[in-house]
C-alpha cells in the first residue's frame, strides 16, 4: 500500500504545472462526476462543501472542477452532477467537460435514475467504464476515484442498487493499473437511508453528506502528497 501511495504522488507531480502551485506547493484539481447525490439541491445536501472543508482544514491545496457551478457558504463549487441523468448521459457529456476542465483526480459516484425492471447494471457498467476510458485519453495520468454508491429505501426502484456496487468493484479491478489507478470507495458500507437521506430515502441529508465527504476524503488523502506545515 505505501509502495502503490507512492507511485500515485509521483504520477501526481508530474501532472500539475508548478505555475498553479506557489512555493512549491501543489494544486490538486478533483472533478465530481455524478447525478443529483453530486450536484446537490436546495432541499438536500452534497458532500462537495464538507469534502472541500475537510481538504483544506488539513492543508491541501485543491480546487474543483467542472463544467457546472453550485453556490456554497464558501462560494460556488465547479462540479460535474446532473440531477436526473444517468450513468449513459454521464458518459456522452464528460468528454468535452474534462477536455475544458481538466482534472488530476475525477470522483464517480452514478448509479442512480434507473429502475430495477430494466435491470440496468450491465448498461451502467458500460457507460462507467466508457468514463474511464473518456478521462484516460484525456489525461493519461488522471487518478479515477469510482464509487460504490450510496443505497436507497426507495424500493423496488433502486433495488438493483447491491448487485450493481459489486459490478462496480470488479470493474475498478480490472481497470486499475500502477500507472493508471482507478480506486473503490465504498460509499454504500455504513451509510443507513433511513438516517443519512431526507424523506425521499435517496438524496443525503447533512448527516449523509458528511458521512460521503469522509469516505472520499479518506481515500484522497491516501493518494495526495501530504500538505507542508
Excluded at 21 to 31: S, V, W
Excluded at 94 to 105: C, L, N, Y
Excluded at 149 to 165: F, H, M, Q
Amino acid at each position: 500500500m505505501k509502495r502503490l501511495a507512492i507511485v500515485l504522488c509521483l504520477l501526481l507531480a508530474t501532472s500539475i504545472s508548478a505555475a498553479d502551485a506557489p512555493a512549491g506547493e501543489k494544486i490538486y484539481r478533483i472533478m465530481p462526476v455524478g447525478d443529483s447525490i453530486t450536484e446537490g439541491g436546495k432541499t438536500f445536501a452534497n458532500y462537495r462543501l464538507p469534502l472541500l472543508e475537510k481538504l483544506t482544514a488539513a492543508g491541501y491545496r485543491v480546487e474543483f472542477v467542472g463544467s457546472r457551478k453550485s453556490e456554497s457558504r464558501l462560494g460556488p463549487l465547479a462540479h460535474e452532477g446532473y440531477g436526473g441523468r444517468n450513468a449513459e448521459f454521464l458518459a456522452t457529456v464528460v468528454g468535452k467537460s474534462f477536455h475544458d476542465h481538466p482534472a488530476d483526480i475525477v470522483l464517480i459516484h452514478a448509479g442512480h435514475n434507473h429502475f430495477a425492471d430494466e435491470k440496468p447494471v450491465d448498461k451502467i457498467f458500460a457507460a462507467t467504464e466508457a468514463m474511464v476510458d473518456t478521462f484516460r485519453k484525456a489525461n493519461p495520468r488522471v487518478i479515477i476515484l469510482l464509487a460504490q454508491v450510496i443505497p436507497s429505501g426507495k424500493l423496488p426502484k433502486y433495488a438493483y442498487i447491491p448487485e450493481l456496487n459489486a459490478a462496480l468493484a470488479k470493474l475498478a479491478g480490472r481497470l486499475s493499473t500502477t500507472g493508471q489507478p482507478v480506486l473503490i470507495v465504498n460509499q454504500a458500507e455504513g451509510f443507513d437511508f433511513e438516517k443519512d437521506t431526507i424523506d425521499d430515502k435517496v438524496h443525503p441529508n447533512t448527516n449523509g453528506a458528511e458521512k460521503m465527504a469522509a469516505k472520499w476524503y479518506e481515500a484522497l488523502s491516501g493518494i495526495m502528497e501530504k500538505p507542508k506545515r
